[in-house]
């Protein structure tokens, strides 16, 4: 018991000194503003945005290529072009766009943010190049029944999750119940399975979404909000501000030449390239994409996260005290904490010191995670062999080394197998937590087609399918190797 | 035959806990000699064999191979005497992962550091040698359990060791596979292999060892040539196991 809490303890220095790394280099990184020289030098403007919000941003497949499109879009490249600097679009998840900018992994975050007094606290906000206005979805079959916001009391409304609807909605309609999502598919999905009785949105969104979609109709959404809160502006790091004030001289060309309207009106055109088909089959590549970078992942984490299981298995039958704590400690703290903190962790913690691309971190958390799983696995795989064998082994004058290889482990593995295949299994499911980094595995792909052909459940399906065409084959590998193992003895 | 002592063990104690095992054993082993140590149940027989090359770690005494006392040298030089003290257990504890001449040429590649072709030679010959040259590629879980020992016994052959350490090598074995066994373990004593066997086969111990040691209680009570100690046992204990043992034939 004492052992394990000094363990604990251990741990909780480590963190608390990674923590303080962190923050301390981040400080430094804000005290003086280089923010415009280091954009310019580098001769690209890095932008993130979580495409999955059209008109705002979106992907379209033109001319066989991925392409991330929209009114946020062509507002960046006009920036981009006005600082003379080639624009570069990385894409996550809209609850880690402040998170990208806030730990240098781009430059600046658009993506129809409201450029709140409490988000200001943590970032820098360009001026405002867009008032949409906020608005509610609802279902057709309702229309009677929410003629206008002020029928909504009491009623379920959903929002995403970090955004300013979903606090408006909370503060503003009487006795509501707010439901709060990731993706705004899920939430117009929520709506039209009824989850939901309306969908905070912004207005531009909420158009794209009724012309698109017979079944759901908009209602105003009756706020009487500033400026601050309709408006959608370009998010910086703190400390930036001479990049935010190149920036604000091409917001400011924007809004003098109304060049918005122009860009929704590109935007919706592109819509309806998206709409044509919806069918499956015509976004074949986006799912082809998925599953390409779900099975990279998988293999390479498996490959890692055996490595590391076997190392720190080994780890536990040492001599030493120190390295039985360490892989201990190790094992307890990753199985203690979820695989979705330990990506976000690799990603935006461990990237303020080494900026570490979005699918690297990816693969280095699942590995990291899937080799504390492997090691126990193995462990107990290697407690499993019956102790005659190691005398066995002992009495012909074989080396420590020599007995793990030739005699235990081989023994270990076979037993083990089942269990590692049920590892690697849910390591490739488990996979799809990378998403919420940006990395293009299959959900990420899943939730571009959902926006893009305002397909709720179909995509799903496809995916569902998907990832079982890919255990079941990974199952039946497996079982080819356990038959041969079997008939070895 | 020689006089040269290959094991000499001096007032060897064995401690589990509190549980005394094995109480101020002292004998010697002299090369081309053949020992079967014999007793009830709970004597400290297999602790004691056991004891010999160091798989159990003495609570005191000394424990001489060929001069070197094992309970003073460390782990690396342990690992090299042990080589030459063949080893063979009642659950034959062969490695199930590999065929029997892979069995049999592990420890000669890995350890003596012999070529593959080399080590090839020597595992068909001792696999000749047992009667089972034509289960060279079969898997350890084909053989029956007379097999399996036949195999083991090859094994600990094929490190060419100075001393063979028999615990039991019948104990888990089906009465028409016994035969077989101790008919390779004759051959063996009869080339003149240093052996120490613990074994329930009065007959075997009778026919082949030079010296039988009676145990029980954790001690030796009484160590005689065959005939006498099977014939005229002077020890009350000895004498009242082998009265039992005879009754059951």
Sequence with gaps: ?489 | MQDKKILEVNHLNKKFGDNEILKDINGTVKSGEVICVIGPSGAGKSTFLRCLNLLEKPTSGEVKFEGTDLTHVNEKQLINLRERMGMVFQSFNLFPNMTVIENLKLAPIRVKHLKDDEAQKIAMHLLDRVGLAEKANAYPSSLSGGQQQRVAIARALAMNPEVMLFDEPTSALDPEMVGEVLEVMNELAKDGMTMVVVTHEMGFAKEVADEVWFMADGYILERNKPDELFDNPQNERAKDFIGKIIQNV
């Design chain 1, 1 to 489: 018991m004492k052992k394990n809490l000094k363990a604990i303890i251990q741990i909780f220095i480590m963190i608390a000194a990674v923590f303080t790394l962190t923050t301390v280099f981040s400080n430094s990184a804000a005290a003086a503003d280089t923010s415009l020289q280091r954009v310019k030098e580098r001769g690209e403007l890095i932008m993130v945005t979580s495409p999955d919000y059209p008109p705002y941003e979106f992907q379209v497949n033109k001319n066989g290529k991925d392409k991330i499109v929209g009114m946020d879009i062509d507002v960046a490249k006009k920036v981009a072009k006005d600082l003379h600097v080639k624009l570069v679009i990385k894409s996550m998840n809209f609850d880690s766009l402040l998170v990208a900018i806030q730990t240098g992994k781009a430059d600046m975050a658009i993506g129809g943010i409201n450029p709140t007094a409490a988000r200001r606290q943590s970032v820098d906000f360009s001026k405002i190049y867009y008032s949409g206005g906020q608005s509610f979805l609802i279902n057709s079959s309702d229309v009677n029944k929410y003629k206008s916001a002020k029928n909504l009391k009491g009623a379920t409304i959903g929002a995403q999750t970090g955004t300013l609807q979903y606090g408006l909605a909370k503060k503003k309609i009487p006795n509501s119940t707010v439901k709060g999502m990731d993706k705004s598919t899920d939430l117009v999905l929520a709506l039209k399975t009824h989850k939901i009785d309306a969908l905070g949105i912004e207005k531009p969104s909420a158009e794209a979404y009724v012309k698109n979609d017979p079944s759901l109709k908009m209602i105003s959404s009756g706020y009487h909000l500033n400026k601050n809160e309709i408006g959608a502006a370009i998010a910086f790091k703190k400390g930036s501000g001479s990049l935010v004030a190149a920036v604000n001289k091409s917001i400011d060309q924007i809004k003098k030449q109304n060049l918005t309207e122009q860009y929704l009106a590109g935007a919706g055109k592109y819509m309806k390239v998206n709409t044509v088909n919806t069918s499956m089959f015509h976004y074949w590549k986006y799912f082809a994409k998925g599953v390409e970078y779900t099975i990279l992942i998988s293999v390479v984490s498996t490959f890692f996260g055996v490595l590391i299981g076997v190392i720190l298995a080994l780890m536990r039958f040492s001599k030493q005290k120190w390295l039985r704590g360490l892989a201990i400690s190790y094992t307890e703290f990753i199985r203690g904490t979820p695989l979705m903190v330990q990506v976000l962790f690799v990603y935006f913690g461990i990237g303020v010191v080494v900026n570490i691309p979005a699918l690297i971190s990816g693969m280095i958390a699942v590995s990291l995670n899937s080799g504390a799983y492997v090691a126990e696995i193995i462990r107990g795989g290697i407690n499993s062999v019956a102790k005659g064998q190691t005398e066995a082994a002992a009495s012909l004058g074989l080396s420590k080394g020599d007995l793990m290889r030739f005699v235990i482990l081989p023994q270990a593995f076979k037993n083990i197998w089942p269990a590692l295949g049920n590892e690697f299994i849910s390591l490739i499911k488990e996979s799809s937590i990378v998403s919420i980094i940006g990395v293009t595995d299959l959900i990420y792909q899943l939730n571009i087609v959902r926006a893009d052909t305002y397909r709720g459940v179909m995509p799903i399906f496809v995916a569902m399918l998907l990832y079982f065409v890919m255990t079941f084959a990974l199952t039946r590998v497996l079982n080819h190797f356990e038959g041969k193992m079997k008939h070895a003895g």
